[in-house]
Protein backbone atom coordinates (compact mmCIF):
# COMPACT_ATOMS: atom_id res chain seq x y z
CA UNK A 1 0.00 0.00 0.00
CA UNK A 2 3.01 2.33 0.88
CA UNK A 3 4.75 1.61 -2.29
CA UNK A 4 1.86 2.38 -4.42
CA UNK A 5 1.04 5.76 -2.54
CA UNK A 6 4.77 6.70 -3.46
CA UNK A 7 4.93 5.73 -6.94
CA UNK A 8 1.39 8.03 -7.13
CA UNK A 9 3.08 10.85 -5.49
CA UNK A 10 6.62 10.84 -7.51
CA UNK A 11 4.14 10.45 -10.78
CA UNK A 12 2.32 13.04 -9.42
CA UNK A 13 5.58 15.05 -8.88
CA UNK A 14 6.84 14.42 -12.13
CA UNK A 15 4.05 15.53 -14.00
CA UNK A 16 3.64 18.46 -12.31
CA UNK A 17 7.19 19.55 -13.45
CA UNK A 18 6.32 18.42 -16.78
CA UNK A 19 3.55 20.70 -16.89
CA UNK A 20 5.14 23.90 -15.68
CA UNK A 21 7.98 23.34 -17.48
CA UNK A 22 5.68 23.51 -20.57
CA UNK A 23 3.41 26.12 -19.54
CA UNK A 24 6.69 28.07 -18.41
CA UNK A 25 8.43 27.22 -22.43
CA UNK A 26 4.86 28.54 -24.34
CA UNK A 27 5.42 31.68 -22.28
CA UNK A 28 8.67 32.44 -23.98
CA UNK A 29 7.28 32.09 -27.73
CA UNK A 30 7.66 36.03 -28.19
CA UNK A 31 11.13 36.48 -26.35
CA UNK A 32 13.53 38.04 -28.12
CA UNK A 33 11.78 40.38 -30.60
CA UNK A 34 12.48 43.88 -30.31
CA UNK A 35 10.16 45.30 -33.22
CA UNK A 36 5.97 44.62 -33.50
CA UNK A 37 4.46 45.01 -36.32
CA UNK A 38 0.15 45.56 -37.00
CA UNK A 39 0.42 44.36 -40.02
CA UNK A 40 -2.98 42.95 -41.70
CA UNK A 41 -6.44 43.13 -39.85
CA UNK A 42 -8.76 42.25 -42.36
CA UNK A 43 -12.75 40.63 -42.13
CA UNK A 44 -13.64 37.00 -43.36
CA UNK A 45 -14.86 36.88 -46.60
CA UNK A 46 -18.46 36.70 -47.05
CA UNK A 47 -19.08 37.20 -43.36
CA UNK A 48 -21.33 40.27 -43.54
CA UNK A 49 -19.07 42.29 -41.29
CA UNK A 50 -18.64 46.20 -42.42
CA UNK A 51 -14.64 46.62 -43.97
CA UNK A 52 -14.66 50.00 -40.93
CA UNK A 53 -14.35 47.24 -38.54
CA UNK A 54 -11.20 45.99 -39.39
CA UNK A 55 -9.81 49.22 -39.42
CA UNK A 56 -11.45 49.85 -36.02
CA UNK A 57 -9.26 46.81 -34.69
CA UNK A 58 -5.90 47.83 -36.23
CA UNK A 59 -6.22 51.31 -34.75
CA UNK A 60 -7.00 49.99 -30.96
CA UNK A 61 -4.71 46.51 -30.95
CA UNK A 62 -2.12 49.09 -32.05
CA UNK A 63 -3.10 51.79 -29.24
CA UNK A 64 -3.41 49.08 -26.41
CA UNK A 65 0.12 47.34 -27.40
CA UNK A 66 1.36 50.62 -27.40
CA UNK A 67 -0.24 51.65 -23.80
CA UNK A 68 1.34 48.41 -22.30
CA UNK A 69 4.24 48.68 -23.96
CA UNK A 70 4.92 52.09 -22.67
CA UNK A 71 4.65 50.70 -19.01
CA UNK A 72 6.20 46.97 -19.81
CA UNK A 73 8.67 48.30 -21.95
CA UNK A 74 8.32 44.84 -24.21
CA UNK A 75 9.09 46.32 -27.73
CA UNK A 76 11.44 48.62 -28.61
CA UNK A 77 9.35 49.85 -31.21
CA UNK A 78 5.39 48.62 -31.66
CA UNK A 79 4.54 50.35 -35.75
CA UNK A 80 2.56 49.30 -38.45
CA UNK A 81 5.43 49.79 -40.97
CA UNK A 82 7.54 46.59 -41.79
CA UNK A 83 11.36 47.88 -40.88
CA UNK A 84 13.65 46.98 -43.85
CA UNK A 85 15.54 44.70 -41.64
CA UNK A 86 13.45 41.55 -40.82
CA UNK A 87 15.53 40.33 -37.58
CA UNK A 88 14.34 40.55 -34.18
CA UNK A 89 10.70 41.41 -35.51
CA UNK A 90 7.29 39.78 -34.87
CA UNK A 91 4.17 40.41 -37.44
CA UNK A 92 0.37 40.44 -36.18
CA UNK A 93 -2.04 39.77 -38.61
CA UNK A 94 -5.92 39.11 -37.57
CA UNK A 95 -8.93 38.21 -39.01
CA UNK A 96 -12.44 39.61 -37.81
CA UNK A 97 -14.79 35.93 -37.95
CA UNK A 98 -17.91 37.63 -36.94
CA UNK A 99 -19.88 39.93 -34.95
CA UNK A 100 -23.24 40.51 -33.18
CA UNK A 101 -24.20 43.91 -33.25
CA UNK A 102 -25.82 46.08 -30.12
CA UNK A 103 -29.30 44.06 -28.73
CA UNK A 104 -32.47 45.84 -28.78
CA UNK A 105 -32.90 44.70 -25.58
CA UNK A 106 -31.25 47.82 -23.08
CA UNK A 107 -33.14 50.09 -24.72
CA UNK A 108 -36.47 47.72 -24.12
CA UNK A 109 -35.72 47.36 -20.98
CA UNK A 110 -35.13 50.80 -20.14
CA UNK A 111 -38.61 51.44 -21.61
CA UNK A 112 -40.32 48.97 -19.22
CA UNK A 113 -37.85 48.37 -16.11
CA UNK A 114 -36.14 51.36 -15.00
CA UNK A 115 -32.90 50.69 -13.65
CA UNK A 116 -32.56 47.46 -14.89
CA UNK A 117 -32.50 47.85 -18.80
CA UNK A 118 -28.80 48.98 -18.49
CA UNK A 119 -26.97 45.63 -17.84
CA UNK A 120 -29.78 43.51 -20.49
CA UNK A 121 -28.26 44.38 -23.98
CA UNK A 122 -24.79 43.10 -25.30
CA UNK A 123 -22.65 43.22 -28.71
CA UNK A 124 -19.46 41.25 -29.51
CA UNK A 125 -16.36 40.53 -31.90
CA UNK A 126 -14.53 37.21 -32.60
CA UNK A 127 -11.17 37.74 -34.44
CA UNK A 128 -8.45 35.55 -34.42
CA UNK A 129 -4.23 36.53 -34.34
CA UNK A 130 -1.66 35.38 -35.43
CA UNK A 131 2.43 36.30 -34.57
CA UNK A 132 4.73 35.75 -37.39
CA UNK A 133 8.41 35.49 -37.29
CA UNK A 134 9.33 38.38 -39.74
CA UNK A 135 12.17 36.41 -40.87
CA UNK A 136 11.44 33.23 -40.90
CA UNK A 137 7.41 33.81 -41.96
CA UNK A 138 6.57 31.25 -39.38
CA UNK A 139 3.31 31.46 -37.02
CA UNK A 140 5.15 31.69 -33.69
CA UNK A 141 1.69 32.03 -31.97
CA UNK A 142 -2.18 32.13 -32.76
CA UNK A 143 -4.63 33.23 -30.51
CA UNK A 144 -8.81 33.35 -31.03
CA UNK A 145 -10.87 36.45 -29.15
CA UNK A 146 -14.47 36.85 -28.41
CA UNK A 147 -14.95 40.13 -26.85
CA UNK A 148 -18.03 41.02 -25.78
CA UNK A 149 -19.55 44.39 -24.53
CA UNK A 150 -22.66 45.30 -22.04
CA UNK A 151 -24.48 47.82 -20.68
CA UNK A 152 -24.33 51.09 -21.35
CA UNK A 153 -21.29 50.54 -23.82
CA UNK A 154 -23.10 47.56 -25.89
CA UNK A 155 -21.59 48.32 -29.46
CA UNK A 156 -19.07 46.56 -31.53
CA UNK A 157 -16.48 49.31 -31.16
CA UNK A 158 -16.43 49.03 -27.68
CA UNK A 159 -16.19 45.10 -27.60
CA UNK A 160 -13.22 45.57 -30.18
CA UNK A 161 -11.57 47.97 -27.76
CA UNK A 162 -11.99 45.09 -25.11
CA UNK A 163 -10.60 42.08 -27.43
CA UNK A 164 -7.81 44.83 -28.33
CA UNK A 165 -6.71 45.11 -24.49
CA UNK A 166 -6.96 40.93 -24.13
CA UNK A 167 -4.83 40.95 -27.46
CA UNK A 168 -2.16 42.83 -25.03
CA UNK A 169 -2.63 40.73 -21.97
CA UNK A 170 -1.53 38.29 -24.43
CA UNK A 171 1.59 40.05 -25.80
CA UNK A 172 2.48 40.62 -21.46
CA UNK A 173 1.62 36.68 -20.76
CA UNK A 174 3.89 35.76 -23.85
CA UNK A 175 6.56 37.91 -23.56
Known amino acids: MVNRFGRLIVFMAIMAVFCF ?17 VSNVTVKP ?22 YNAKYKWFKK ?14 LDAEILSYAPPSAGRRVGRSFIPGVGGHMGSA ?12 KGTVVLNQDVN ?9 VDYAI ?11 KKYR
Open 124 to 135: SVQFACKFIDGK
Open 78 to 91: ITTKMPSSKAGVVV
Open 46 to 67: DAGIPERYASNLKDAILRQLQR
Open 147 to 155: ASSTAANDT
Open 21 to 37: YGEALAKKQLKGYDTLV
Open 161 to 171: ERGAEYMAKVV
